[in-house]
């Protein structure tokens, strides 16, 4: 068990030094770097990673439901194991609290135990029958079976602001390896040493499986170079990113350019706008703006799901909530950015919406006594301003909220249809608001993937029902999550079976059901 | 009931003339032009059509499946209530025999009730229901519920292959209306009276049902001019496609560079290999032969699953195989085929064929006593050519086929690995060759969307466990299938829907499971 980074890669079960630019993680807090160092790897890494999880692909993807179960839940054991080492580098590669990062590690542990769940309950083999009619008239019907197979290879990009729920052993692996994909991570370079840390266990836990140790691989490089390799490398079949919508639009392309197209997950950019309904504000304005201040200011507002809008109608309200919002959040600590560039980014984003000629500021944190802190901003414009501006439409990634002055609902309604795809969409709507609630519900649920009433979007439950998706931009495939049980559908495809000998036969569409799964028959779901 | 077309396009219920390039249908047997004169459109009636469809959205999203079931049933009724013209205008049009297209009726007819069972019986919503866990430490779980929802408006087209299955009213707009889609379709030029016949039965049955008539519209127009102004409306929301090649690749690449990209389901290219071992060739080259023959030239070979490659180890079976399809094919009659267009294409696609230097003439079929007739083709390889040459991959739309022959089993399957995406790949294989199908079929598991042993690729059953899909360019999302009932999911994405209180939520998931479907309540499958 591996406690402290080597500043190696890991391919297929081996250490590597990249060749590369050598770089070192930096602690936010300070801008002090950290040891060791990392180096990036390129077009040979990416070759030998692909081709081992090439190899392993072709005895993976017939692993049984079982077996990935032990995999998924060896890889949580296994992160438990390094323990509080593991803790101490992420806060030091992302200063996030040490709090936070042990939730967000009991978050990863039970997110693998999850799809260590759904692996083995089996019904993501999607498993059909219809059998043989040889007495049909005016042709016999033959045998036809279905089954869900593995795509391929995918390959993983880490995020930035989870360097362990969205990173190298995330959802997006944990889903991939459910499904029977290896995966290639292309890790992030603000937490290489968690990551370095993450890939050593998950390794372990390939080995301990006795299975390929081609299944699993995590590289470190340039995005647009290693990164696009990666994504264009024919013996890659799907790519799961989260992070900035420049980086998924350009894997994208990458990917759609391929003499072979291939599927790619991006959850990229999302302002989650927050639509506090006219009774609510009336009844509870201070509650709503404290907790709306709680959740935008949590983690210096890096979170994909941080509200970043507000759109209501104006009136004694709203000018109430903007009131104690703007205290709120002028009170609010300061806290250093996951990296200089992010925290660049959100500085120029704000100035942005304060130069701007109709926007005004309301509210801006205490100044940051970090070198790269951020201070929380809150601005707020009129409707007409807002539709007129795609630029206001835009995230600002980090601790920046607008609220939105609408002159009644129908203009709420209007603004809302106008936005661009969200991962979420949250309504604060007490009693006498459920009419113009019912009215702006299926507005919300054309833009959004998750609506929430009176609570707050971060914090995303990892369970059957949660959807983390959304229309583009919030993903670029809005019929799917990349949270929750049903992400694993994204790295599967139905194949049919016509008349196959029953020996030949997959177990999952076998005579019998040895698999014990829920099987359409003839369309009827049960356990034949 | 309209039972003789007029040239009219259909516009959310209205008949409406062209103002683009006046055509006539033509009679692929004789050659000669059809009564009436139709026209194409252009911007304008893709604009009336897409909002049209647009503001039906709004209304038509939320029927239940028991509305949605009502109105497929109904069209389904209306086009068998059209009766003989139809099948008259269909034959004059495409030159395919009268038998052939009852049997496609009766399919579509048959597809349209399928789809109207599954919106009826309500799983497609994916309902799912994580409760509320209150007393749940740290922190307590939200009450969180997932739906699925229609995507949008769709854009589908025609294919000249099935003038009624997959055209009109075929799989693609079967599938999206059941799914809570509106419909705009670019009917094809080489059968517009058909087109226009079934459009009418459609805009009745809304009619009929209650419905708003802009959830169906059906425009002629040119590929690259109306179908791409189709595809990047931008309220559009997803893409069926029939057809080639170049005409699904130029939709995906014009959806994929809207500002907000779009899900296109293009089925475009496939030579379905056919894979007879050398036992089942031992034993009964004759008839795999004569099977074969019979499924390459049916419909003039004019299927998206015509059997166009046969690959297998040489030896005196392949042999016996070879002269008995030889003669075969030498007897088989010309059939008309679809349009000039496609017989022109054709005929280059063989020429190209027998004049390879690595390429010999097995057979060809009896010169064609007709204008736009297809002449069977029976070429040979050698393995080594056929890897050394990409061209020699590629599809002949049309009776045309590719023997390989390969020194043993290993190659086989090398040159099986290395084929494109296929729509179907087909064994013939006794009792001895299992355990070397027990090898192929990984192989052919990665390469296709349907395996079927000892039978033909040609007549794709519509039921519950077809795919009719694969792996690119067999499609563009291999993660889907255009036949069978799996086929709505292509026009659903989920939502989620966090403490939305209980008057507000979709019957789908609300409580009581007013709608009597199955739910998954905490990850169990049952009716609560």
């Known amino acids: 068990m591996s406690t402290a980074p080597t500043g190696r890669m890991l391919i297929a079960g081996e250490p ?6 050598r770089y070192r993680a930096v602690d936010p807090s300070t801008g002090e770097p950290l040891e060791p160092e ?26 049984t439901g079982q077996q990935r179960a032990r995999l998924l839940s060896a890889i949580a054991d296994g992160i438990e194991a390094i323990g509080d080492p593991l803790i101490e ?13 042990t939730g967000e590690r009991a978050r990863t542990t039970g997110q693998l135990r999850l799809f260590a769940s759904v692996a083995a309950e089996g019904s993501w083999a999607g498993a059909r029958i219809d059998p043989a009619q040889p007495e049909r008239r005016p042709q016999a019907r033959a045998d036809i079976r279905q089954r869900r197979i593995a795509l391929g290879p995918v390959a993983v990009f880490g995020a930035s602001n989870f360097p362990l729920a969205f990173s190298v052993a995330g959802g997006d692996t944990a889903s991939a390896l459910a499904a029977g994909c290896p995966v290639v991570v292309k890790g992030h370079d603000a937490h290489p040493g968690t990551s370095e840390l ?16 081609g299944t699993f691989s995590m590289l470190f490089g340039r995005g647009p170079d290693l990164g696009v390799r990666l994504v264009t490398d024919p013996r890659i079949r799907a790519v799961g990113f989260t992070g900035s919508r420049s980086g998924g639009t350009a894997l994208l392309a990458a990917a759609n350019a391929r003499p072979r197209p291939i599927p790619v997950y991006a959850e990229m950019s999302s ?20 907790g709306f201040v709680g959740s935008l200011t949590l983690g210096a507002g890096q979170f994909c799901t941080s509200p970043g809008l507000v759109i209501a109608v104006d009136g004694p309200g709203l000018r109430r909530f903007e009131e104690v919002a703007a205290a709120e959040l002028a009170g609010a600590a300061a806290a250093p950015m996951l990296t200089p560039g992010i925290a660049r980014s959100y500085a120029e984003g704000v100035s942005a919406l ?24 809150l601005h707020v414009t009129d409707a007409a301003s807002f539709a007129a501006d795609p630029a206001l439409h835009e995230e600002v990634f980090g601790a920046s909220a607008l609220v ?4 009644d609902a129908t203009e709420v309604r209007a603004l809302a249809e106008a936005l661009e795809g969200q991962l979420t969409a949250t309504v604060h709507a007490d009693g006498p608001d459920h009419p113009g609630a019912a009215e702006l519900l299926p507005v919300l649920e054309r833009i959004a993937g998750r609506i929430l009433f009176n609570g707050w979007p971060t914090g995303v439950e990892v369970g059957h029902a949660m959807v983390h998706g959304g229309p583009f931009p919030a993903t670029s495939d809005s019929r799917t999550t990349s949270v929750g049980s049903l992400a694993i559908e994204r790295f599967l495809r139905p194949v049919a079976y016509q008349d196959v000998p029953a020996d030949l036969l997959p177990s999952a569409i076998a005579d019998g059901n040895p698999d014990g799964i829920r099987r359409h028959v003839d369309g009827e779901l049960g356990t034949r």
Do not use: K, M
């Open 404 to 407: 939105v002055r609408c002159s």
């Open 354 to 377: 304060a130069d701007h000629d109709a926007v005004h500021v309301l509210a801006r944190g205490s100044d940051a006594d970090q070198p790269h802190g951020c201070r929380p901003a």
């Open 271 to 290: 302002t989650n706008p927050v639509f506090p309904l006219p009774a609510a504000l009336a009844e509870r304005a201070e509650e709503i703006a404290r």
């Open 89 to 101: 580098r992420a806060h030091a590669e992302t200063g996030l609290p040490v709090a936070r990062l």
């Open 16 to 21: 590597v030094l990249g060749g590369g630019a």
């Open 198 to 213: 993450v890939a050593g266990a998950v390794a372990e836990a390939i080995a301990s499986c006795g299975l390929d140790p």
């Open 38 to 63: 990392f180096a990036h790897g390129g077009a040979d890494e990416v070759a030998r990673a692909c081709a081992a999880a090439d190899e392993a692909f072709r005895s993976y993807r017939n692993t």
